[in-house]
């Protein structure tokens, strides 16, 4: 035996050849099976046994597959149903649904509803519409009013001076606050052109604008290179006239008819400084206008040497009553950081931020003092815009030397300014209904805090914009949140969140203002001429005004948040042009509509880079 078989027998496979043969030979040879046998032997296999080895003949074969011929390639059939199964399966359920979701007409989504202080804006912007001197455009929707001051400046001023904007409730037409509120208009066009196009409002903004600085390049001689003179006024009065004017007269502007002089200085360093700040922001607004933007650098750069001379260093309302009784200037070096640094963005000439960060610049105006009074931002102190203006520069482009000392100082002199806006800080007083008190015992306290509440939301915005998440008033962080915060809070104090619930904004909100201080909006328009003093009777009853001036922010509340819509009360009850410039750009700052950051870089367009380019290779020597 092998011992390799352990279950005996033969390993040749010679033998198990011959015998399979000799088997399979036998078997063809028997012609007919004994069929019984076979039968009885089956009988003999239990139920089991039958199951495992007498199914029928067929369970024995292999079925043979079925396959379908693709060209290429053959696929079973079975895998091949599967196949077309699976992707009959999955376009019932996601390619039917989206077709049917695609053909479907489509609806727009509502957009949320507008906030507050959008539709504050929009009612706004109408008392500038409300405002024009001139002939007036035809797309002009304030129906009671008209042309007028057509001959303002005539004869006498090549041209005339004939447009611009009214100040307040009286016809008086004021330069050195209506360049002030172009300037502002402009800023705020600048920094939020996307809010304005959100809200629908960006062309009629340009509109307002534009009315103001194609007037003011008519207040000096714009084709000269040298200025000896500048136009500061046009009409005027005293309280106490009793001649025919625009003071002792209460008639609409389409009725004047009292003769209405033209003022001019030939030292107004503030004034001519104010109108080239409104004539450069300006200048960055209409970028896509290149003829208009180069007239308006031009007006500008041609009142820099004007301004800067110091044998007309003296302020624009020095020796002019009717100035001083309304708008008298306090300082002119406020004006001259203000220029400097909005000349410099709009032409890219460094002459003018070296003169804005010239050291003795600031110091004369003492903008380090840190004195509350010289932190209320107004038509008469450019010190916290102007600071906030070149705090920018620092933030976004940081030039480095030689202007990086003086800029660091605006800085910090900007935050230290933020922080007494802050009330844990106790600077300014506030109401018992937490209006703060900047006027500081001044009237008309809305103007002044429309103007911070811009500057302290746009130095957030400013913050937000680079990552810096706050700043220091002293050794305590403080988070930018609680700037937009203070500026809300103050901006809903003037739409209604007062102890009046009233609104301050004529034609906002249930309730407002119906006896505004304002000569047009008191009269009837009923196309009746009425003479200078036949419109005292509108002035002094006590019905609501006949034509409400849209838009108009009255002077608002006294200290104990007390408010009385009379017209004579004057100082309460009368807007003015720069007051509401503020208004509107704190609501636009302050609105949901459109991205929440600012334009970073519109504002730098002009300036030239601040390192020296990498010169170009040399050409390649030739021998």
């Not at 006949?546 to 838009?551: F, M, Q, V």
Request: glycine share 8%.
């Amino acid at each position: 035996m092998h011992p390799g078989n352990v279950w005996g027998g033969s390993l040749d496979a010679v033998d198990s050849d011959r015998i399979a043969a000799e088997e399979e030979e036998r078997l063809r040879n028997t012609t007919e099976w004994d069929r019984g046998a076979i039968h009885s032997q089956r009988s003999e296999l239990d139920e089991t046994q039958q199951g495992w080895l007498l199914a029928p003949q067929d369970s024995w074969r292999k079925k043979k597959k079925k396959y379908v011929n693709l060209g290429c390639v053959s696929v079973s059939q079975t895998a091949c149903m599967w196949t077309v199964g699976t992707i009959a399966v999955l376009f019932l359920v996601v390619a039917l649904p989206i077709i049917i979701v695609k053909s479907l007409p489509r609806h727009k989504s509502t957009p949320p509803p507008p906030d507050n202080y959008t539709l504050a804006l929009h009612k706004a912007l109408q008392f500038f519409d409300a405002q024009k001197s001139g002939k007036l455009p035809k797309k002009n929707k304030v129906s009671w009013r008209g042309d007028s001051g057509l001959r303002d400046g005539k004869p006498d001023v090549v041209g005339g001076l004939v447009g611009g904007y009214y100040d307040g409730g009286s016809n008086i037409k004021f330069h050195f606050p209506m360049a002030f509120s172009m300037t502002m208009l402009s800023w705020s066009l600048i920094e939020y052109s996307h809010k304005y196009k959100a809200i629908d409002e960006y062309d009629h903004m340009r509109d307002v604008l534009k009315w103001g600085t194609d007037y003011l390049l008519l207040t000096f001689n714009n084709s000269a290179t040298r200025l000896d003179h500048i136009y500061t006024q046009v009409g005027g009065g005293l309280r106490d006239s009793e001649s025919p004017d625009d003071i002792y007269c209460w008639q609409k502007p389409e009725d004047m008819s009292y003769d209405r002089p033209v003022l001019s200085s030939t030292s107004a360093a503030d004034l001519g400084a104010e109108v080239a700040a409104a004539l450069s922001a300006a200048s960055i607004v209409f970028t896509d206008k290149p003829d208009y933007a180069k007239k308006l650098k031009k007006g500008a750069e041609t009142l820099y040497p004007f301004f800067r001379s110091k044998s007309r260093r003296k302020r624009y309302s020095d020796g002019q009553p009717t100035a001083q009784a309304f708008y008298n200037s306090t300082s002119m070096f406020d004006e001259f950081m203000w220029a400097g640094a909005w000349l410099y963005y709009a032409t890219g000439n460094k002459t003018y931020i070296q003169m804005a960060t010239t050291p003795s610049v600031p110091q004369t105006a003492k903008a380090f003092a840190n004195r509350p009074e010289l932190m209320v931002p107004s038509w008469n102190n450019k010190l916290p815009g102007a600071m906030l203006l070149m705090t920018r520069y620092r933030l976004f482009l940081n030039p480095g030397f030689p202007y990086e000392n003086m800029l660091n100082r605006y800085h910090n002199a900007t935050g230290i300014s933020m922080c007494a806006y802050l009330k844990q800080y106790n600077v300014f007083n506030r109401t018992s209904g937490g209006l703060m008190q900047l006027n500081m015992g001044k009237p008309r306290p809305l103007e002044y805090v429309a103007h911070a509440s811009f500057l302290a939301s746009l130095f957030a915005d400013y913050l937000n914009s680079t990552g810096v998440p706050g700043w220091y008033c002293g050794p305590t962080f403080v988070e930018n949140h609680v700037l937009k915060d203070f500026a809300q809070s103050q901006i809903d104090y003037i739409l209604g969140d007062n102890p009046l619930k009233m609104s301050y904004v004529v034609g906002f909100g249930k309730k407002f203002p119906r006896r505004v201080h304002h000569r047009g909006a008191t009269i009837p328009n009923d196309k009746k001429r009425r003479s200078c003093r036949e419109g005292l009777k509108y002035r002094d009853t006590k019905n609501p005004n006949p034509n409400n001036i849209t838009g108009a922010m009255v002077g608002g509340p006294n200290r104990f948040d007390e408010f009385h819509d009379l017209r004579n009360n004057y100082n309460a009850s009368e807007p003015t042009l720069s007051g509401n410039a503020g208004l509107v750009a704190a609501l636009i700052s302050l609105t949901s509509s459109g991205r929440q950051l600012i334009d970073k870089n519109t504002m730098f367009n002009s300036v030239p880079p601040l390192y020296t380019p990498t010169p170009p290779p040399p050409k390649a020597w030739k021998p």
